[in-house]
């Protein structure tokens, strides 16, 4: 028994610079060996999932990406894992940017799954209009005229010379609406001068911390579902069956809130056994 005090004491006086190498093997490891921790989704993320799955095949969905690379690992992973549903419905898919940084986004999200994955053709299957100035009036551009806001792509064609441009001239056109967003202008932008405004169905994905600002929209029925950050792209990815870099992201989060626990149990048992002994002798 006293040996095994011991060992708590030493592993509680472990030197800080050991923590961090452990912490960080605790992380990175499951990033690339994941371990397929069960997911459950939340009513929120099924929400989502339900809405999708009900459009049919040529049905239009408008995408719009609002974040940027500080944004990213929590609203990437979404993005991609919406994306795939969509495509792998073979639901058209339209994608506008709110936010600069956003056009990237769409652009490396589009490659790994629109080109690589489903082999998609653009213009026929996905269309990325791009980035355009001017937040809410952009939206307010769009719902009344698409080509007063875009004349052209984001590759310079004439939106005229696109074949799933032929019909598609307003918001109301699309059959659903998702906005993928970090801040402003965003999801509140959009449900207020689009989606209650036109009717059109929408959902949103969000950063973990924007989700109590949406939840009061999704609550009273004008979004349909949030995914909210990392846990609600793992459960997305769970949904359809395709785990990505939100699965790993949740092993390695929950991996390295396992250690650290650990380490705050060993670090307060070696401190209450040290103080033992030092009032004993």
């Known amino acids: 028994m006293e040996k095994f005090l011991d060992f708590i004491v030493r592993a509680g006086s472990l030197d800080r610079r050991v923590i961090f190498v452990v912490i960080a093997l605790a992380v990175m490891l499951p990033l690339f060996f994941p371990l397929g921790l069960p997911i459950r989704p939340t009513n929120s993320s099924?929400?989502?999932?339900?809405?999708?799955?009900?459009?049919?095949?040529?049905?239009?969905?408008?995408?719009?990406?609002?974040?940027?690379?500080?944004?990213?690992?929590?609203?990437?992973?979404?993005?991609?894992?919406?994306?795939?549903?969509?495509?792998?419905?073979?639901?058209?898919?339209?994608i506008t940017c709110l936010w600069p940084d956003g056009q990237f986004?769409?652009?490396?999200?589009?490659?790994?799954?629109?080109?690589?994955?489903?082999?998609?053709?653009?213009?026929?299957?996905?269309?990325?209009?791009?980035?355009?100035?001017?937040a809410e009036a952009i939206i307010k551009g769009l719902v009344s005229n698409i080509r007063k806001v875009f004349t052209v792509d984001s590759q310079g064609d004439f939106l005229d010379d696109i074949p799933m441009m032929a019909g598609v001239n307003q918001v109301k056109d699309f059959d659903f609406l998702f906005?993928?967003?970090?801040?402003?202008p965003g999801t509140v932008e959009w449900v207020q001068y689009a989606a209650d405004p036109v009717g059109v169905t929408m959902s949103t994905g969000t950063t973990?911390?924007?989700?109590?600002?949406?939840?009061?929209?999704?609550?009273?029925?004008?979004?349909?579902?949030?995914?909210?950050?990392?846990?609600?792209?793992?459960?997305?990815?769970?949904l359809i069956g395709q785990a990505g870099i939100g699965t790993s992201g949740m092993d390695a989060q929950s991996v390295a809130h396992i250690v650290i626990v650990a380490f705050i149990i060993f670090g307060n048992i070696s401190f209450f056994i040290e103080r033992r002994r030092s009032k004993k002798y």
């Open 46 to 94: 099924q929400q989502v999932y339900d809405v999708v799955e009900e459009l049919e095949a040529g049905d239009k969905a408008l995408l719009s990406f609002e974040y940027g690379p500080s944004t990213k690992p929590e609203i990437h992973p979404m993005a991609v894992a919406l994306l795939r549903h969509l495509l792998s419905k073979d639901v058209k898919v339209y």
């Open 105 to 134: 986004m769409a652009l490396e999200a589009l490659e790994q799954v629109a080109d690589k994955q489903y082999g998609k053709v653009y213009g026929e299957d996905y269309v990325l209009l791009g980035y355009r100035p001017g």
């Open 179 to 184: 906005s993928a967003s970090a801040g402003y």
């Open 208 to 238: 973990s911390i924007q989700v109590n600002e949406v939840m009061p929209y999704v609550q009273s029925g004008q979004i349909k579902g949030i995914l909210g950050g990392m846990p609600g792209a793992a459960e997305y990815e769970s």
